[in-house]
């Protein structure tokens, strides 16, 4: 154990867990692994009853023991987002909902937010919206807070000239009160242009004890090449999963599908608003809804190519899953910068987001089949790299950090 006093750690969100996205999966994955390196460690997961465009029910109860889910409730929030997505333009929208949103649930729920902050050693926001008003209604978090770039630094990736604006302002204001940042790449870190010194760079993970490549009988194969690149007897087997909203570029895939001129299929997991156009697509898609994250693994191992056309992404997890499960991807250029190590090993491509680049794409890839002893060489990348269980470890180094200087500030 590096610390015998008990630390009392919160993550904050501005959604409900159940959406089981990319921030939602890793909040819960680092306080599983962080209960298991520290018994002794106290967390709680602030959530709220926000399920943005997710169908799922909201969860009220934590399912690891000895974690405390406290939910803040904000009425009316599912009116809200639909008046949001029926009102407004998706500039406005992704402004209002990371920006308005917090500060209606924050001024409605001030006094639970008041108790956690004084209570709590660490606090690790996932958004700077909520970590923004934190800091200005609660001294006691201005020294014990992460910064988190899990849901984006500013969450602007279409528009740049403002979002070099909004950095400057907002850094020059947070530096004054904050503790540490936490930078997801190092592309990150430039951006923001602060290096404190208990900053640090740490990656999104994979469970690669579960997603692993399907074994297949090798003598089906040629093995003398690392892609088969002319694989012309079998059907390509495509797959996206992930929220289906417009940010990830779910209109655009399914449109490119719809014009796609092979006998190929593809697969579809998740819930969203663009529901209703995988289910009344022209040409048939395999859509298989809302799939629990325990199953998933099986789920997608069967598949060749996943296609991730996100408009701007902090830090797609999906990518890490499909790479550790042996799929080859086509990504988003919009994610250059932060799957490159992927791409370098040959396991990503990147493409344009549009509806012509991702059919070319599919078109040019479709026989790209990696072989077997290929998706082994991957997933033992993704383990030396990517691992929760190896980044937790660094994450609980500098809670613990970050905690003793806390206690060391009071003392």
């Known amino acids: 154990m590096i610390l015998m006093a008990q630390i009392k750690v919160a ?21 599983l692994q962080l209960r298991k390196l520290d018994p002794e ?16 029910a909201p969860l009220l109860k934590s399912s690891i023991e000895g974690i405390n889910l406290l939910t803040l409730h904000s009425p009316h929030s599912f009116k809200f987002y639909k008046w949001l997505d029926n009102n407004l333009s998706p500039f406005m929208q992704l402004f209002m909902s990371f920006s308005l949103y917090p500060f209606i649930y924050i001024l409605i729920n001030h006094k639970q937010i008041k108790k956690i902050s004084k209570e709590s050693d660490v606090i690790y926001f996932f ?14 978090v201005r020294k014990k807070n992460i910064e988190s770039g899990h849901c984006g630094l500013i969450p602007f990736p279409r528009y740049k000239y403002i979002k070099g604006l909004l950095n400057k302002f907002v850094y020059k204001i947070f530096n004054r009160f904050t503790f540490s940042y936490h930078y997801l790449t190092n592309s990150q870190a430039l951006d923001v242009k602060r290096h404190n010194k208990y900053d640090f760079i740490l990656p999104n993970g994979v469970d ?11 003598s089906s ?49 998740g819930t969203g608003e663009f529901v209703n156009l995988v289910k009344n697509s022209p040409k048939k898609i395999n859509y298989e809804g809302f799939i629990e994250h325990e199953i998933l693994p099986e789920r997608i191992s069967d598949h060749d190519i996943f296609i991730f056309p996100t408009h701007g992404e902090t830090f797609g997890i999906v990518v890490l899953e499909a790479v550790a499960s042996g799929l080859f991807c086509l990504v988003s250029e919009k994610q250059k ?5 992927l791409e370098a090993i040959g396991a990503i491509k990147y493409i344009p987001d549009t509806s012509e680049g991702i059919l070319n794409a599919m078109i040019k890839y479709r026989n790209f089949k990696p072989t077997y ?20 470890k660094e994450l609980y180094k500098m809670i613990v950090m970050i905690s003793n200087a806390k206690n060391k500030n009071e003392d």
């Open 11 to 31: 993550f904050v969100l501005f959604t409900n867990i159940a959406v089981g996205a990319g921030n939602e999966t890793s909040v819960q994955t680092y306080a």
């Open 41 to 56: 460690i106290e967390i709680t997961i602030v959530q709220t009853d926000w399920m943005a465009s997710s169908s799922n």
């Open 127 to 140: 958004n700077l919206s909520d970590s923004f008003l934190w800091l200005i209604l609660n001294e006691p």
């Open 208 to 218: 690669t004890d579960r997603f692993k490549p399907l074994k297949k009988d090798l």
């Open 221 to 269: 194969q040629n093995t003398t090449n690392n892609i088969q690149e002319n694989d012309t007897k079998h059907p390509t087997k495509f797959i996206y999963f992930g929220r289906l909203d417009r940010s990830k570029g779910v209109a655009e895939l399914i449109d490119a599908f719809n014009r796609y001129p092979y006998d190929d299929t593809l697969t579809v997991i």
């Open 337 to 341: 910068g932060i799957f490159d190590d």
């Open 373 to 392: 002893e290929k998706k082994l060489q991957w997933h033992k990348y993704m383990e030396e790299n990517y691992d929760w269980k190896k980044i937790s």
